[in-house]
């Protein structure tokens, strides 16, 4: 069975590997943030953040300091890190690809509400998204840490903004369960994905899978 686009009343997005082909942009940043700790520190840090894609700057800085570092860090040291972060990250995501089709898929939905759900910080998102122009595609608002996905899904949801049926487009397994959580469909997005091996885990899970918003045209299968 097939269902037509028109059968969603909310379209939710994660922003980095789904709207911007910023992944490796941040990796690269939690790398640079990492190495004043050292080569192994900055590698493990990679290996987390890949690890659990789709969880906030916050909470992968926060284990770095408590887990891989090991050190009774103070908020002055965490800041640090997050400040690193944050200066090479949004010169990057001014510049970067934007998805294929975006335009289209709006013109195949029009009377849905589009949310960006996404892992970055909130205001850094809002500043990029105006600044590209694409704030005026999401009239449900651009939503992302430090409160993580489930958050604000919860939240969205309670209150009626995210109108059922609702689907979630991402490019993480945390997407994939903030969605199946929030009882909203779910379509993964292969192109700019961190997950290796990702056709086996949608294979496992039997989740409905594509390369990049481009390819999403006026059905979407169930």
């Known amino acids: ?30 790398y640079l943030a990492a190495l004043p700790y050292g080569e192994g520190a900055a590698q493990a840090m990679i290996a987390y953040h890949v690890a659990n894609g789709g969880l906030s700057r ?21 800041q640090i890190l997050l ?18 089709g975006l335009n289209e898929l709006r013109e195949h939905s029009k009377h849905s509400r589009w949310l960006i759900v996404s892992g970055g910080d909130q205001i850094e ?31 969205e949801c309670q209150s009626g903004h995210v109108r059922q049926p609702a689907l979630f487009l991402g490019d993480s397994k945390y997407d994939y369960q903030a969605a199946d959580r929030a009882g909203l469909d779910f379509i993964f997005l292969s192109d700019w994905t961190d997950i290796e091996n990702w056709k086996i885990w949608c ?20």
């Open 1 to 30: 069975m097939k269902y037509s686009i028109d059968h969603y009343n909310t379209l939710v997005f994660d922003c980095d590997g789904v709207i911007l082909n910023s992944n490796k942009i941040k990796t690269h940043a939690f």
């Open 203 to 222: 294979e496992k899970y039997k989740i409905k899978n594509l390369a990049n918003i481009s390819k999403i045209s006026a059905y979407i299968p169930n």
């Open 58 to 78: 916050y909470h992968k800085f926060a284990y770095f300091l408590d887990e891989i570092v090991r050190s009774k860090a103070s908020d002055y040291e965490l």
């Open 83 to 100: 400040d690193t972060y944050a200066s090479y990250v949004r010169d990057e995501l001014l510049y970067c690809e934007i998805a294929p």
């Open 125 to 155: 998102l809002n500043d990029v998204f105006a600044v590209r122009g694409l704030t005026e595609f999401f009239d449900g608002g651009i939503f992302g840490s430090p409160d993580t996905k489930d958050d604000i899904l919860s939240r």
